[in-house]
Protein backbone atom coordinates (compact mmCIF):
# COMPACT_ATOMS: atom_id res chain seq x y z
CA UNK A 1 0.00 0.00 0.00
CA UNK A 2 1.14 3.80 -0.86
CA UNK A 3 1.05 6.82 0.67
CA UNK A 4 0.10 9.61 -1.66
CA UNK A 5 1.41 13.26 -0.77
CA UNK A 6 -0.04 16.24 -3.05
CA UNK A 7 2.40 19.40 -1.53
CA UNK A 8 4.79 21.81 -3.21
CA UNK A 9 7.85 20.76 -4.65
CA UNK A 10 9.95 22.77 -2.43
CA UNK A 11 8.44 21.80 1.14
CA UNK A 12 10.92 20.97 3.62
CA UNK A 13 8.22 19.90 6.67
CA UNK A 14 6.91 16.72 3.39
CA UNK A 15 10.84 16.26 2.98
CA UNK A 16 11.13 15.27 7.12
CA UNK A 17 7.82 13.07 6.76
CA UNK A 18 8.75 11.21 4.08
CA UNK A 19 12.07 10.07 5.45
CA UNK A 20 9.92 9.00 8.30
CA UNK A 21 7.74 6.87 6.05
CA UNK A 22 10.41 5.66 4.37
CA UNK A 23 11.72 4.69 7.90
CA UNK A 24 9.04 2.95 8.57
CA UNK A 25 9.09 0.94 5.20
CA UNK A 26 6.06 2.49 3.57
CA UNK A 27 6.07 2.74 -0.38
CA UNK A 28 5.23 7.26 -1.19
CA UNK A 29 3.90 8.87 -4.54
CA UNK A 30 4.50 12.52 -4.23
CA UNK A 31 3.04 15.13 -6.91
CA UNK A 32 2.01 18.46 -7.06
CA UNK A 33 -1.61 19.05 -8.51
CA UNK A 34 0.44 21.58 -10.66
CA UNK A 35 2.03 18.83 -12.74
CA UNK A 36 -1.66 17.77 -14.56
CA UNK A 37 -2.28 17.46 -16.74
CA UNK A 38 1.58 18.13 -18.40
CA UNK A 39 3.46 15.70 -15.91
CA UNK A 40 0.93 14.08 -14.01
CA UNK A 41 -1.27 11.43 -15.52
CA UNK A 42 -4.90 9.78 -14.20
CA UNK A 43 -6.50 6.90 -15.52
CA UNK A 44 -9.27 5.99 -14.07
CA UNK A 45 -12.27 3.93 -15.01
CA UNK A 46 -15.49 3.21 -13.04
CA UNK A 47 -15.68 -0.23 -12.01
CA UNK A 48 -18.95 -1.17 -9.93
CA UNK A 49 -18.97 1.60 -7.17
CA UNK A 50 -15.10 2.62 -7.67
CA UNK A 51 -12.82 4.19 -9.76
CA UNK A 52 -9.87 2.04 -11.01
CA UNK A 53 -6.53 2.91 -12.87
CA UNK A 54 -3.78 4.89 -12.20
CA UNK A 55 -1.82 8.14 -11.47
CA UNK A 56 1.21 8.02 -12.68
CA UNK A 57 4.63 10.23 -13.80
CA UNK A 58 7.45 10.24 -15.81
CA UNK A 59 9.20 7.86 -13.18
CA UNK A 60 6.21 6.63 -11.07
CA UNK A 61 2.90 4.94 -10.36
CA UNK A 62 0.39 4.59 -8.12
CA UNK A 63 -2.73 2.64 -8.28
CA UNK A 64 -5.75 4.00 -7.41
CA UNK A 65 -6.70 0.51 -5.36
CA UNK A 66 -3.71 0.66 -4.02
CA UNK A 67 -3.38 3.96 -1.74
CA UNK A 68 -3.17 3.86 1.87
CA UNK A 69 -3.41 7.27 2.50
CA UNK A 70 -3.48 11.11 0.92
CA UNK A 71 -1.49 13.87 2.30
CA UNK A 72 -3.18 17.33 1.10
CA UNK A 73 -1.02 19.60 2.19
CA UNK A 74 -1.38 22.90 0.22
CA UNK A 75 -0.44 21.92 -3.06
CA UNK A 76 -0.23 24.13 -5.98
CA UNK A 77 -2.80 25.01 -9.05
CA UNK A 78 -3.47 22.85 -12.03
CA UNK A 79 -0.60 24.58 -14.70
CA UNK A 80 -1.84 23.97 -18.05
CA UNK A 81 0.04 24.76 -21.58
CA UNK A 82 0.89 27.56 -22.72
CA UNK A 83 -1.06 27.81 -25.66
CA UNK A 84 -4.16 27.82 -24.33
CA UNK A 85 -6.14 31.19 -24.22
CA UNK A 86 -7.49 32.60 -20.85
CA UNK A 87 -10.93 31.52 -21.72
CA UNK A 88 -9.54 27.87 -22.23
CA UNK A 89 -7.71 28.18 -19.09
CA UNK A 90 -10.95 28.30 -17.12
CA UNK A 91 -12.29 25.71 -18.67
CA UNK A 92 -9.43 23.34 -18.48
CA UNK A 93 -9.16 24.15 -14.98
CA UNK A 94 -12.91 23.75 -14.09
CA UNK A 95 -12.59 20.49 -16.02
CA UNK A 96 -9.36 19.46 -14.15
CA UNK A 97 -10.81 20.46 -10.83
CA UNK A 98 -14.32 18.37 -11.46
CA UNK A 99 -12.99 15.52 -13.08
CA UNK A 100 -9.16 14.50 -11.46
CA UNK A 101 -10.29 16.61 -8.80
CA UNK A 102 -13.84 14.29 -8.26
CA UNK A 103 -12.26 11.02 -8.88
CA UNK A 104 -9.57 11.37 -6.40
CA UNK A 105 -12.61 13.07 -3.83
CA UNK A 106 -14.19 9.44 -4.84
CA UNK A 107 -11.58 7.34 -2.82
CA UNK A 108 -12.59 5.79 -0.09
CA UNK A 109 -9.25 5.88 1.96
CA UNK A 110 -7.81 8.39 5.02
CA UNK A 111 -7.64 11.86 3.68
CA UNK A 112 -5.08 14.68 5.32
CA UNK A 113 -7.71 16.43 5.14
CA UNK A 114 -10.10 15.63 2.34
CA UNK A 115 -10.27 18.85 -0.10
CA UNK A 116 -13.83 19.30 0.66
CA UNK A 117 -13.51 19.26 4.39
CA UNK A 118 -10.96 21.78 4.04
CA UNK A 119 -12.56 23.64 1.79
CA UNK A 120 -15.41 23.98 4.22
CA UNK A 121 -13.20 24.67 6.95
CA UNK A 122 -11.87 27.90 4.96
CA UNK A 123 -14.17 30.46 5.29
CA UNK A 124 -13.20 32.53 8.53
CA UNK A 125 -16.67 33.69 9.95
CA UNK A 126 -17.92 29.98 9.73
CA UNK A 127 -14.66 29.21 12.01
CA UNK A 128 -15.80 31.67 14.26
CA UNK A 129 -19.31 30.35 14.73
CA UNK A 130 -18.16 26.69 15.03
CA UNK A 131 -15.27 27.88 17.56
CA UNK A 132 -17.78 29.23 19.59
CA UNK A 133 -20.58 26.43 19.54
CA UNK A 134 -18.11 24.34 21.11
CA UNK A 135 -17.44 26.33 23.71
CA UNK A 136 -14.27 28.08 22.88
CA UNK A 137 -14.09 31.89 23.64
CA UNK A 138 -13.90 33.95 20.52
CA UNK A 139 -13.25 37.67 20.45
CA UNK A 140 -15.83 39.55 19.40
CA UNK A 141 -16.09 40.70 15.45
CA UNK A 142 -17.41 42.78 12.70
CA UNK A 143 -17.65 42.05 9.28
CA UNK A 144 -18.76 44.73 7.07
CA UNK A 145 -18.07 47.21 4.53
CA UNK A 146 -19.41 50.03 5.87
CA UNK A 147 -17.28 52.85 7.88
CA UNK A 148 -20.20 54.23 9.87
CA UNK A 149 -20.74 50.34 11.00
CA UNK A 150 -16.71 50.11 12.20
CA UNK A 151 -16.50 53.80 13.99
CA UNK A 152 -19.47 52.55 15.84
CA UNK A 153 -18.04 49.05 16.30
CA UNK A 154 -14.67 51.16 17.64
CA UNK A 155 -16.64 52.81 20.70
CA UNK A 156 -17.79 49.85 21.72
CA UNK A 157 -14.88 48.42 22.20
CA UNK A 158 -12.64 48.52 25.85
CA UNK A 159 -8.88 47.92 24.13
CA UNK A 160 -9.43 49.20 20.25
CA UNK A 161 -9.68 47.09 17.17
CA UNK A 162 -7.73 45.05 14.62
CA UNK A 163 -8.19 44.48 11.24
CA UNK A 164 -6.95 41.16 9.74
CA UNK A 165 -7.58 39.48 6.04
CA UNK A 166 -10.03 36.60 5.36
CA UNK A 167 -7.55 34.74 3.41
CA UNK A 168 -4.16 34.32 1.82
CA UNK A 169 -2.40 37.77 3.10
CA UNK A 170 0.12 38.14 0.13
CA UNK A 171 -0.81 40.08 -3.19
CA UNK A 172 1.21 40.01 -5.84
CA UNK A 173 1.33 42.57 -8.86
CA UNK A 174 3.37 43.35 -11.54
CA UNK A 175 6.18 41.26 -9.88
CA UNK A 176 5.84 42.19 -6.54
CA UNK A 177 4.51 41.25 -3.65
CA UNK A 178 2.36 42.60 -1.02
CA UNK A 179 1.79 41.32 2.66
CA UNK A 180 -1.41 42.32 4.17
CA UNK A 181 -0.72 41.43 8.30
CA UNK A 182 -3.14 41.75 11.28
CA UNK A 183 -2.89 45.53 11.66
CA UNK A 184 -4.49 47.12 15.13
CA UNK A 185 -6.57 50.19 14.22
CA UNK A 186 -5.02 53.99 15.41
CA UNK A 187 -6.80 56.82 15.00
CA UNK A 188 -5.38 58.18 11.70
CA UNK A 189 -7.01 54.48 10.19
CA UNK A 190 -10.39 55.25 11.84
CA UNK A 191 -10.04 59.19 10.27
CA UNK A 192 -9.85 57.37 6.57
CA UNK A 193 -11.76 54.39 5.82
CA UNK A 194 -12.61 55.18 2.37
CA UNK A 195 -11.65 51.82 1.13
CA UNK A 196 -14.09 49.92 3.56
CA UNK A 197 -16.44 49.86 1.01
CA UNK A 198 -14.40 48.21 -1.55
CA UNK A 199 -14.78 44.57 -0.25
CA UNK A 200 -15.43 42.76 3.13
CA UNK A 201 -13.65 43.50 6.24
CA UNK A 202 -13.15 41.25 9.09
CA UNK A 203 -12.57 43.43 12.89
CA UNK A 204 -11.92 42.06 15.96
CA UNK A 205 -11.30 43.43 19.49
CA UNK A 206 -7.66 43.46 20.26
CA UNK A 207 -7.30 40.68 23.23
CA UNK A 208 -7.08 42.86 26.75
CA UNK A 209 -3.74 42.75 28.05
CA UNK A 210 -2.79 39.54 25.71
CA UNK A 211 0.19 38.06 27.66
CA UNK A 212 1.28 35.41 24.37
CA UNK A 213 -0.34 33.48 21.57
CA UNK A 214 -0.44 29.78 21.13
CA UNK A 215 -0.40 27.51 18.29
CA UNK A 216 -1.79 24.13 19.00
CA UNK A 217 -1.57 21.46 15.69
CA UNK A 218 -3.85 18.55 15.82
CA UNK A 219 -2.60 15.00 14.16
CA UNK A 220 -5.58 13.13 14.15
CA UNK A 221 -5.76 12.10 18.40
CA UNK A 222 -2.98 13.81 18.97
CA UNK A 223 -2.36 17.32 19.90
CA UNK A 224 0.73 19.38 19.91
CA UNK A 225 0.48 22.91 22.10
CA UNK A 226 3.15 25.15 21.81
CA UNK A 227 3.40 29.13 23.44
CA UNK A 228 4.62 31.90 21.54
CA UNK A 229 6.03 34.40 23.28
CA UNK A 230 6.75 37.76 21.29
CA UNK A 231 9.35 40.34 22.20
CA UNK A 232 8.93 42.62 19.49
CA UNK A 233 6.02 45.32 18.91
CA UNK A 234 5.07 43.99 15.98
CA UNK A 235 5.27 40.23 16.81
CA UNK A 236 2.90 40.96 19.72
CA UNK A 237 0.46 42.32 16.82
CA UNK A 238 1.35 39.44 14.24
CA UNK A 239 4.08 36.97 15.49
CA UNK A 240 4.46 36.23 11.63
CA UNK A 241 6.28 39.33 11.20
CA UNK A 242 9.25 39.45 13.18
CA UNK A 243 10.34 35.41 13.95
CA UNK A 244 13.56 36.24 15.02
CA UNK A 245 11.89 37.44 18.12
CA UNK A 246 9.86 34.74 19.19
CA UNK A 247 10.26 32.36 21.72
CA UNK A 248 8.57 28.95 22.11
CA UNK A 249 7.50 26.75 24.86
CA UNK A 250 5.70 23.10 25.07
CA UNK A 251 2.50 23.74 27.15
CA UNK A 252 -0.47 22.06 28.84
CA UNK A 253 -3.74 22.73 27.15
CA UNK A 254 -6.67 23.44 29.36
CA UNK A 255 -9.17 21.17 29.54
CA UNK A 256 -12.34 23.06 28.38
CA UNK A 257 -9.87 23.94 26.00
CA UNK A 258 -8.99 20.63 24.26
CA UNK A 259 -12.45 19.39 24.55
CA UNK A 260 -13.40 22.86 22.32
CA UNK A 261 -10.62 22.34 20.00
CA UNK A 262 -11.75 18.04 19.08
CA UNK A 263 -14.79 19.61 18.83
CA UNK A 264 -14.14 22.09 16.10
CA UNK A 265 -12.38 19.19 14.31
CA UNK A 266 -15.40 16.78 14.60
CA UNK A 267 -17.40 18.91 13.13
CA UNK A 268 -15.16 20.07 9.76
CA UNK A 269 -14.38 16.34 9.63
CA UNK A 270 -11.03 17.21 9.76
CA UNK A 271 -7.94 15.29 10.77
CA UNK A 272 -5.35 18.19 10.68
CA UNK A 273 -5.15 21.65 11.66
CA UNK A 274 -3.39 24.93 13.05
CA UNK A 275 -5.34 26.25 15.50
CA UNK A 276 -4.37 29.52 16.61
CA UNK A 277 -5.62 31.23 20.01
CA UNK A 278 -4.48 34.51 22.19
CA UNK A 279 -3.52 33.96 25.88
CA UNK A 280 -4.72 37.05 27.99
CA UNK A 281 -3.23 37.74 31.65
CA UNK A 282 -6.05 35.55 33.70
CA UNK A 283 -4.80 32.20 31.52
CA UNK A 284 -8.20 33.10 29.18
CA UNK A 285 -7.86 31.27 25.50
CA UNK A 286 -9.29 33.12 22.63
CA UNK A 287 -9.57 31.10 19.41
CA UNK A 288 -8.61 33.46 16.16
CA UNK A 289 -8.48 30.70 13.88
CA UNK A 290 -7.89 27.20 12.30
CA UNK A 291 -6.00 26.97 9.36
CA UNK A 292 -6.14 23.24 7.48
CA UNK A 293 -2.84 23.40 5.57
CA UNK A 294 -0.76 25.37 8.75
CA UNK A 295 2.80 25.43 8.75
CA UNK A 296 4.41 23.76 11.84
CA UNK A 297 8.09 22.69 11.01
CA UNK A 298 9.31 26.15 13.04
CA UNK A 299 7.49 24.69 16.08
CA UNK A 300 9.32 21.10 15.83
CA UNK A 301 12.35 22.81 14.88
CA UNK A 302 11.99 25.12 18.24
CA UNK A 303 10.63 22.88 20.57
CA UNK A 304 10.73 19.01 19.35
CA UNK A 305 7.58 18.37 19.51
CA UNK A 306 7.08 15.59 17.49
CA UNK A 307 4.45 16.08 14.77
CA UNK A 308 6.33 14.76 11.48
CA UNK A 309 6.37 11.37 13.81
CA UNK A 310 2.48 11.69 14.34
CA UNK A 311 1.69 12.52 10.48
CA UNK A 312 3.78 9.41 9.32
CA UNK A 313 2.36 7.28 11.99
CA UNK A 314 -1.38 8.99 11.08
CA UNK A 315 -1.09 8.45 6.93
CA UNK A 316 0.60 4.52 7.44
CA UNK A 317 -2.02 3.42 9.80
CA UNK A 318 -0.01 3.44 12.86
CA UNK A 319 -1.62 6.21 14.78
CA UNK A 320 -0.46 6.08 18.48
CA UNK A 321 -3.12 7.39 21.36
Known amino acids: MTVVIFAQECDASVDEVIGQL ?22 ARLEGDRWMGCLSTAHHRVDLGDIRSIWYRDPTAFDFPANLSQPERRFAFREARLGFGGVLASLDTLWVNHPNR ?26 TNDATEVRRFHAESGSGLICKVFGSNAITEHGTTKVAYTHRLDDGDLADLGNVGSTAH ?12 ARVVVVGDRLFPVL ?11 WRTDYRALRYELAELPVSVEDGVRCYMAAFGLV ?6 AIDATGQWF ?35
Not at 22 to 43: G, K, N, Y
Open 22 to 43: TDREVSVFRADTSWFPQRLTIQ
Open 118 to 143: ASDAIYKPLQLTTAARCGLAVPLTLV
Open 272 to 277: YAAFDF
Open 287 to 321: FLEANTAGQYGFLETNTGAAISDALADLLAGAARD
Open 228 to 238: IHADSAAARID
Open 202 to 213: QFQDWVHDKHHE
